[in-house]
């Protein structure tokens, strides 16, 4: 029976067409498998250099390019484009087999032939060759087969190998990538081939070749689950899980283990995989993360994945304070106002030269961070990451300002989300209780130390008993953790995600330099880059805009919904990013105003179908759209001068929360899947990259 593979890059082919030509595709693709044994319905194609490529008829313009082996009945669709297009992408392709993956890879040769032609005839420059220190048998061994090596060979500058990202077989570039960059070929190995390579690869056997990557290429059970594919993201990382991503996932660990990688890699669809896996094999699992927003849709993104209602009630999906509110009683919780207010009260009555910032922040950062219960404690422990230095007679006094403010706590029954934490875990460790098998936390990078401690606390020490999902380039809160701090050793297991499968490469490009300068800090305290991490997809560049005013900017972005309202975008696939909830409130009256239906999204409303989504750039994370807006990105309010601690206050605390803020803009600008429309009043921020959009 001849079956036909879908090639993720086509899907997203398909996702960029409008509605009624993708209803045509699909209905071409439902009739494929009983027309095949026909064959007539596939046509040849003239003039192209691999007649392996056929064509299916979609309507008078549009045309698929299936490939169809030499032997077996595995068809594999990657392409759909208008006639010109199609033929204009195919007639210069080859499909070949991967020597090291036994992957099938798709190589646009007249581009690997004409660089080779040119650099033969180029001036002979007496630079050395790039890979003059990687023997032929190490380039053959990583799958760098004749047409490559030859190009390889020639090749002086990384420069040029780098312009010709995306037209080379993907795995033979990161190969070359990682040699010139200078990995050795073991590492590279490690890195780029991975793990399971085949026995034998038969270098004609395309059909194989395909099955070896699920990950790329799928078959489909019928027109109703090829539907689900296209029409919602999740079932797509359901069926097409990279091997790194399933590795993460499934691979079982005898300690704490990790996954990290940059926005949008998959380290959310790696831990509710990984969730559910372990609850089907039968153990309790906790799926935590940080903001209420998050746990409703990672809840929600599960019971997509799983149906089976025994295995979802294993399975919690709360945050990790209503974790710590389950083994607390009665209290009232201290809102933030409320908060300064006491220490006003504090500083007031002890005539302190210190603002409540400050004692805010010693408490949190310095006090419950370490676990400190004691004077000697305080006086003895080491400010990590505080920039102020105290005397002796200045920490006594601010022990004692902390000890009062505790005790009115205590005295009133108020608590704060901390301080609910800090009773969670005492009560959990006292009876010995450890509620779960297995804690997998999501967007780790951002849980103080309190709550680490109510996750460590949460289940016991064994195998698979943590898992981590975190990104520090998106850390948006105050909470710097080195996790050997908190009792976690990850020691090894971590797996570290490159492919981002939201964003396009232009805006995660644009996005990466804001961040390019920044000195970042992986959880178990190495330094972490973005360097790696790529998007295969392509699409416009992000637009920026500059108005005069505020209400030019709203007016602007209105422009700007209605444009994508009006190309088909459902108001539900746009997200509306600001750094304040006042200006984000402002943007609903003005979408209002002109009739757009509009949703604020808080800690209790998710928003309906049918409503554009507005919110803080703290509640975007996590969450993704196909159009984003991040409004509001002007000098005077990013950073916004309420969360950064003056420099004269504390130096270390000013460049943390600088940098924290500029994470805050990335992490809203890498929530767009397609497009991203960036805008201020005013002079720009100087966060902002200008250079690019
Ligand atoms: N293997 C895959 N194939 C197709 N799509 C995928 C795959 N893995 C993830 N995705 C999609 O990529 C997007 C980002 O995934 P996810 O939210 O898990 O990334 P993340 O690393 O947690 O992102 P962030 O850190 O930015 O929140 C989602 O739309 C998801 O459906």
């Given at each position: 029976m001849p079956r036909l593979g879908i090639h993720q890059d086509f899907l997203q082919d398909l996702i960029r067409l409008e509605r009624p030509i993708q209803s045509k595709v699909l209905e071409a693709i439902k009739k494929f498998e009983q027309n095949a044994h026909t064959g007539a319905h596939l046509e040849k194609l003239q003039d192209?250099?691999?007649?392996?490529f056929k064509s299916i008829r979609i309507d008078l313009k549009y045309r698929g390019i299936v490939l169809v082996p030499?032997?077996?009945?595995?068809f594999t669709l990657l392409k759909v484009d208008t006639h010109e297009e199609a033929y204009d992408w195919v007639r210069h392709r080859r499909a070949t087999v991967?020597?090291?993956?036994g992957h099938m890879e798709i190589r646009d040769d007249a581009i690997i032939d004409t660089t080779i032609e040119t650099l033969t005839h180029a001036p002979v420059e007496a630079a050395r060759p790039?890979?003059?220190?990687?023997?032929d048998a190490d380039l053959a061994r990583l799958g760098i087969d004749d047409q490559m090596l030859k190009f390889a060979r020639m090749l002086t500058d990384v420069a040029m190998l780098e312009a010709l990202d995306g037209k080379l077989p993907q795995v033979q570039f990161d190969v070359l990538f990682g040699l010139a960059a200078g990995m050795s070929p073991e590492d590279v190995w490690d890195d780029v081939v991975g793990a399971a390579v085949p026995e034998k690869i038969d270098p004609n056997d395309l059909a194989e070749a395909a099955k070896r990557m699920p990950h790329k290429v799928a078959l489909v059970e019928g027109p109703e689950e090829l539907m689900e594919l296209f029409n919602k993201p999740f079932a797509r990382w359901r069926v097409y899980l990279h091997p790194l991503q399933r590795e993460a996932a499934f691979q079982s660990h005898l300690g704490p283990a990790q996954v990290t990688g940059g926005p949008g890699t998959g380290k959310t669809v790696v831990a509710l995989h990984r969730a559910r896996h372990l609850a089907r094999q039968g153990g309790r699992v906790l799926l935590a993360t940080f903001t209420a927003t998050l746990a409703r849709s990672l809840a929600k993104s599960l019971r997509l994945l799983e149906t089976d209602d025994e295995v979802l009630s294993r399975v919690d999906v709360l945050t990790v304070d209503q974790v710590a509110r389950r083994h607390v009683g009665k209290f009232t919780l201290l809102r933030d106002e409320e908060e300064k207010e006491l220490w006003r009260q504090v500083i007031r009555r002890r005539e302190l030269d210190f603002t409540e910032r400050f004692l805010a922040e010693e408490w949190r950062q310095v006090v419950l961070a370490q676990e400190i219960t004691s004077s000697d404690g305080y006086l003895s422990?080491?400010?990590?990451?505080?920039?102020r230095r105290l005397g002796s007679l200045q920490r006594a006094q601010v022990w004692r300002a902390i000890a009062e403010f505790e005790q009115e706590l205590a005295e009133n029954n108020y608590r704060t989300f901390e301080t609910v934490c800090v009773e969670a875990t005492r009560a959990m460790r006292e009876l010995d209780?450890?509620?779960?098998?297995h804690v997998i936390v999501d967007e780790?990078?951002?849980?103080h130390p309190v709550r680490w401690r109510v996750v460590r606390a949460a289940v016991a020490k064994g195998a698979n008993d943590l898992f981590l999902a975190s990104d520090t380039?998106?850390?948006?809160?105050d909470n710097r953790v080195s996790l050997s701090s908190v009792?976690?050793?990850?020691?090894?297991r971590s797996t570290r995600l490159k492919i981002n499968?939201?964003?396009?490469e232009e805006i995660l490009a644009w996005s990466c330099v804001m961040l390019a300068g920044e000195k970042i800090d992986d959880l178990d305290g190495s330094r972490t880059g973005l360097?790696?991490?790529?998007?295969e997809v392509h699409g416009d560049r992000p637009k920026l805009y500059g108005a005069a005013t505020r209400n030019a900017e709203l007016s602007r972005l209105v422009e700007e919904v209605r444009t994508w309202l009006d190309a088909g975008?459902?108001?539900?696939?746009i997200g509306v990013a600001t750094r304040s909830e006042t200006i984000g409130q402002a943007a609903v009256e003005a979408l209002r105003r002109a009739r757009i239906d509009v949703g604020y999204l808080s800690r209790d409303t998710d928003g309906a179908e049918g409503q554009v989504r507005v919110t803080t750039m703290h509640r975007m994370k996590g969450l993704e759209f196909r159009c984003v807006a991040v409004i509001g990105v002007g000098v005077n309010q990013l950073p916004a001068p309420s969360a950064v601690t003056p420099r004269e206050e504390d130096a270390t605390r000013h460049a943390n929360d600088l940098q924290r803020e500029r994470c805050l803009l990335f992490v809203a600008c890498t929530r767009a899947r397609e497009r991203l429309h960036v805008s201020w009043h005013g002079d720009p921020s100087s966060f902002l990259n200008l250079a690019s959009g």
């Open positions: 192209i250099r691999d007649p392996r030499e032997q077996g009945d595995h991967n020597m090291a993956t790039l890979f003059e220190h990687v023997a422990a080491r400010r990590i990451g505080r920039g209780l450890c509620p779960y098998d780790a990078q951002d849980l380039h998106q850390r948006i809160y009792g976690i050793q990850i020691a090894g499968y939201r964003t396009t360097t790696g991490c790529r998007s975008v459902l108001p539900e696939e």
